[in-house]
């Protein structure tokens, strides 16, 4: 008896931009050092993993220079890694062993032309992985929209979902901590969700502006943000407390990526 823990993890993706005929390794061998690279920090199990081709095309906005030989330079594949299903195949029958623990070990990004790999969130070391990262695609800011892209990266492969989750809008603000008090309490999300906002509405009114200046380094960029509960993944403890905060990025020329301070809105 054989578990065929990557059956699913294997399977083509479509590409996301022309560019693929640039990489060296495939979409598959590029999920297989995904998987490899949570491994190897102990997890076991059941692992799945999904293509997150919209980060990739935020990615390539990095990447410099952006044509080689006449083709695009998207050398940098992005996977979200989680815990699913395995399958057993016993004769001719086929039996599914289901994972106790669901949930998103988070972002692996993949070199394809060196097969290196970038744990981002939930690693430990998810801000110097970045920084590692941008350093590899040639990233520069010399405007501050480049600025801007780069740190919205980061609050998506560092901060992750729930920790750091940029708001436009109140209704952002609405869905995030809905989605954290699910996340954390399951069936009585709910009545706790309702008392946290009902806290919230009770006149504090932050502004939703990403600004940006530029500084003697590079660039700064802030956004008022939204960090969700703590918790353990596969899901045993919850700790921390949903947060409003306004933080901000310093943005080096090179694209080098420093937290500043940041200032707590509502908690």
């Known amino acids: 008896m054989k578990i065929l823990s990557l059956v699913l993890s294997v399977i083509t993706a479509i590409p996301s931009l022309a560019g693929d005929n640039q990489s060296t390794i495939t979409d598959q061998v590029a999920r ?4 490899s690279a949570i491994r190897a920090v102990g997890v076991v199990g059941c692992l799945d993993t999904r293509r997150q081709e919209n980060i990739e095309a935020r990615l ?3 990447v410099n220079p952006k044509i080689v030989d006449g083709k695009l330079n998207q050398r940098f594949f992005v996977y979200e890694v989680m815990a699913n299903k395995c399958y057993e195949v016993e004769g001719n029958s086929l039996f599914v062993q289901s994972e106790s623990h669901p949930g998103s070990y988070g972002y692996v990004v993949v070199n394809t032309q060196n097969e290196g790999t970038y744990r981002l969130w939930s690693g430990d070391n998810a801000g110097s992985e970045f920084n590692r990262l941008m350093l590899d695609a040639g990233a520069k800011t010399t405007v501050a929209w480049e600025a801007r892209n780069i740190a919205m990266l980061y609050q998506i492969l560092v901060w992750g979902p ?3 989750v940029p708001l436009h809008s109140e209704f952002d603000l609405l869905q ?3 989605k954290t008090f699910y996340a954390a309490y399951s069936r009585e999300w709910n009545n706790r969700f309702q008392v946290w906002w009902s806290r919230f509405k009770k006149g504090h009114k932050p502004n939703f502006d990403i600004w940006s200046h530029a500084s003697n380094e590079g660039w700064i960029v802030g ?3 939204f960090k969700g509960f703590r918790l353990t993944v596969p899901r045993t403890k919850i700790s921390g407390v ?3 905060e306004e933080r901000s990025l310093l943005i080096t020329k090179n694209g080098q990526v420093t937290e500043l301070p940041s200032r707590v809105l509502f908690k």
């Open 32 to 35: 297989l050092r995904a998987v």
């Open 60 to 62: 390539f906005e990095t």
């Open 223 to 225: 956004a008022t943000t």
């Open 162 to 164: 729930s920790d750091g």
């Open 242 to 244: 949903p947060t409003v």
């Open 176 to 178: 995030s901590a809905q």
